[in-house]
């Protein structure tokens, strides 16, 4: 994940796709769309960004397995929040539900999924101090 961790709060930062076989989805989007893929060493398996013909990278396609494994086959958003603990709790007073997380990124900082009232899915991402 690329998420831009400079953006302001409420901004949408990046975009996953997480499937049962990634190498199968990347390969329809680098075809498809023309989007080019870089591997993201996971520990055992790659996950890939995905970017523009010699751009930076715009989306990321995962396997559904590892920190991944619980996470819908549909693109998640991921959105800037201040405090991700006081959001997922916010979450749950409103109706939604937290699906997954808080959950680390290493040295980019923490997310968790949440499920709105309506049914749709999104992360929240607390970008690292």
């Known amino acids: 994940m690329a998420t831009d961790d400079t953006a302001p709060t409420g901004r949408i930062t990046w975009i996953d796709l997480t499937v049962p076989d990634a190498e199968r989805l ?5 075809d ?3 989007w080019q893929a870089a591997p993201v060493d996971m ?3 790659a996950d890939f960004t995905m970017h523009p013909p010699g751009g930076a990278p715009v ?5 559904a397995q590892g920190p991944n494994a619980d996470l ?7 959105i800037n929040v201040e405090d991700l603990d006081a ?3 916010r979450c749950r007073a409103r109706g939604g539900a937290v699906l997954a997380g808080p959950r680390g990124m290493g040295d980019f900082g ?5 499920r709105d009232p309506a049914g749709a899915v999104a992360a929240l991402f ?4």
């Open 26 to 30: 990347r390969d329809f989007y680098t």
């Open 32 to 34: 498809v769309v023309g």
């Open 43 to 45: 520990g055992g398996y």
């Open 59 to 63: 989306a990321g396609v995962c396997h």
């Open 72 to 78: 819908p086959p549909a693109w998640l958003i991921y």
């Open 87 to 89: 959001s997922l709790e």
């Open 110 to 114: 923490r997310y968790g999924v949440i």
């Open 126 to 129: 607390e970008p690292a101090p």
